[in-house]
């Protein structure tokens, strides 16, 4: 059974720093892409972060261009989401997903993610 498994997650001041991470169980299947979405209070999921596997290539949301940094270690089966200068808009339950279809794309909606985390909350204090 694939599980993900997020951490890191916490309160932190405006302009702080967090890293989340997210290790898959080694029953995982071959994944094509793994992504990072958030959920704030009242809204939609919305994509933050994905990283295509094999080369490591990475594509972030406008939103967080600049201040957040996705990576893998393909031997430990982790992907991390390093955020930096937070703001208190970025306040959310953070996901990590898992994209085992093939695809030659970048991949923003929640439904092209075929496995999830349970999440972790990130929250912003001003």
């Known amino acids: 059974q694939v599980q993900l498994v997020e951490s890191g997650g916490g309160l932190v001041q405006v302009g702080g720093s967090l890293r989340l991470s997210c290790s898959a169980s080694?029953?995982?299947?071959?994944?094509?892409?793994m992504g990072w979405f958030r959920q704030a209070p009242g809204k939609e999921r919305e994509f933050v972060a994905t990283?295509?596997?094999?080369?490591?290539?990475?594509y972030y949301a406008d939103s967080v261009e600049g201040r957040f940094t996705i990576s893998r270690d393909d031997a430990k089966n982790t992907v991390y989401l390093q955020m930096n200068s937070l703001k208190p808009e970025d306040t959310a339950v953070y996901y990590c997903?898992?994209?085992?279809?093939?695809?030659?794309?970048?991949?923003?909606?929640?439904?092209?993610?075929?496995?999830w985390g349970q999440g972790t909350q990130v929250t912003v204090s001003s």
């Open positions: 990283i295509r596997w094999t080369s490591g290539g990475t």
């Open positions: 997903a898992v994209r085992t279809r093939p695809g030659i794309t970048w991949y923003r909606s929640s439904s092209e993610y075929d496995y």
């Open positions: 080694e029953g995982t299947p071959s994944r094509s892409r």
